[in-house]
């Protein structure tokens, strides 16, 4: 019964620390995906405004 006490002990810390990394490589995988979803919207942004700028160049070139 103690040597059972005893390796169920040995078990769950082991589990308790594997655990403690998958927590963090999922912590910084949500940064690193954050981070890309960031520069994902920077860029849009960025092309969104050039578009915007083109065709109002456009249109105002049409009006004249």
Known sequence: ERQA???RTEV????????KYELAKEAKQK?????LDRKARIL???????LH???SATSSTWRE
Not at 12 to 19: D, F, G, H, I, L
């Open 5 to 7: 006490d005893h390796a």
């Open 12 to 19: 769950n810390a082991a589990y308790q620390e594997v655990r």
């Open 31 to 35: 940064k690193i995906d954050a981070e």
């Open 44 to 50: 849009m942004d960025e092309m969104g405004l050039e």
């Open 53 to 55: 700028r083109r065709n």
